[in-house]
């Protein structure tokens, strides 16, 4: 029953994007978040250069940048026109794949960086979906995400289905997946908390 259900607000929202996709990308090429790039790398052990999952990749703003640092970005996305303009744009591989049918195999990324894309995914499927990005790391690899923040209430916003976790909700959805908290912060940086409307956080795979 769920499934079903998760499916077809999953659909509809990437419906949207496959609609929008032109002026999302004009609206958001410019928007800086190198911040948060920089929360994912300072967290990865080791000298790089690092495997990472761009989860909701978009037009592939963020995997160009990646790619820029000499890092291995791997594209995702469920939106067919997204999955064509990052292709073009960052020149990498790009996975045409729903959040709610992912397979990427066990260990392949040292960091996922998901980036406003994890509140798209229905509360109800989201355990399975946080195991799954768990055992798509290799051990001690780096999960970073940053969702709108709220009062874990979810719902439709016009054609996009989202969830938005307080940080105490989100912790307890992360915590049960196996991962171990680095650091939270609220965004945009320098503004009272009521004007930072983005919850980012950083884990590791226990």
């Keep these: 029953m769920h499934d079903d259900r ?3 607000l999953t659909a509809r929202t990437l419906a949207h994007y496959d609609a929008h996709a032109a002026s999302f990308w004009e609206g958001t090429r410019d928007h800086d978040v ?3 790039r920089a929360a994912l790398l300072s967290a990865l052990e080791g000298p790089g250069p690092f495997t990472i999952l761009d989860l909701g990749c978009g037009p592939g703003r963020d995997l160009a940048a990646f790619r820029a640092e000499g890092h291995v970005p791997v594209g995702l996305d469920g939106c067919a026109r997204f999955v064509e303009m990052a292709r073009q744009h960052a020149g990498c591989e790009v996975l045409h794949q729903d959040f709610l049918r ?3 195999g066990a260990e392949r990324f040292d960091g996922i960086f998901a980036n406003a894309s994890l509140f798209h995914v229905p509360g109800a499927a989201l355990p399975r979906v946080l195991r799954e990005l768990h055992a ?3 051990p001690r690899g780096v999960l970073f995400s940053s969702n709108p923040r709220g009062d874990d209430r979810e719902g439709w916003s016009g054609d996009r289905y989202g969830c938005y976790w307080s940080l105490e909700r989100w912790r307890e959805h992360l915590t049960a997946a196996g991962f171990e ?7 945009p940086a320098g503004r009272p908390r009521e004007q930072q409307p983005w919850l980012a956080t950083v884990w590791r795979k226990g």
Excluded: P
């Design 6 to 8: 998760d499916a077809g």
């Design 34 to 36: 190198s911040q948060n």
């Design 102 to 104: 992912l397979d990427l």
């Design 136 to 138: 798509a790391l290799r």
């Design 181 to 187: 908290e680095v650091a939270h912060y609220y965004r």
